[in-house]
């Protein structure tokens, strides 16, 4: 029997999810008790309001967010968000906040998703998450570009270093149109290998990134 694990964080109005954007506000568009003088007695629906940055919660990358040319969410081909053969690295074990090569060396990722574990979203809600987060190097970026990789997840705060102003493992990333979704969480739960990975943003023309109902089917 198959069953399914929930990869992605709430998001709740008024938290704040990447350090130094807005929090999503969810409201009342149509409140249930507004909604009563407009349909017969004993009749109420609720129609909710959400604003948010692109960037909140567990989304998904599309070449379009790093890219004026590239594929934005409604470009990209339905099958490159569903039900992707996928592997768990682990990561936690790492000295040190950078993600090598040397940690994929040996691993057949062609044509997979691969998710990297590296625990940090155990400080999800916390000040700690937006500090001293673990990353990939280009180098790593480089190597599952040139392996095949259709698809880099990570259960931290940003795939790529935040000290600086550079982005690589996004820019070679996205360039060669392989996805990345951050912000991940659960990874632990799930088997090294043998499962499919799936996250599918709305069809928006001119977004290159939005937030996800990432999870993974095992079985």
Not at 35 to 50: K, M
Not at 165 to 194: D, Q
Request: charged share 20%; hydrophobic share 40%; net charge negative.
């Amino acid at each position: 029997m198959s069953h399914y694990v929930d990869l992605s964080h709430h998001i709740e109005s008024g938290k704040v999810y990447y350090k130094g954007l807005p929090a999503p506000v969810i409201c009342d568009y149509l409140s249930r008790e507004a909604s009563r003088a407009l349909y017969a007695d004993g009749t109420e629906f609720h129609i909710g309001r959400v604003e948010l940055i692109t960037n909140t919660g567990t989304y998904i990358d599309c070449p379009f967010h790093r890219y004026a040319d590239g594929k934005d969410t409604a470009s990209m081909a339905l099958e490159r968000f569903v039900d992707q053969p996928a592997l768990v690295v682990d990561a936690t074990a790492r000295t040190g906040r950078a993600i090598g090569a040397e940690l994929f060396a040996g691993l057949a990722v062609r044509g997979k998703a691969v998710l990297v574990h590296t625990g940090w979203s155990a400080h999800w809600q916390t000040d700690q998450y937006f500090e001293g987060h673990p990353y990939l190097t280009e180098q790593a970026a480089c190597w599952l570009r040139d392996a095949g990789a259709v698809l880099v997840g990570i259960d931290s705060m940003n795939i790529d270093n935040t000290d600086g102003t550079t982005r690589p493992v996004h820019s070679v990333l996205l360039r060669e149109e392989i996805l990345i979704a951050e912000h991940l969480t659960n990874l632990s739960v799930l088997p090294r290998e043998g499962f499919t990975f799936t996250a599918v943003p709305p069809k928006l023309v001119g977004v290159g990134t939005f937030p996800v109902r990432a999870f993974a089917k095992i079985g």
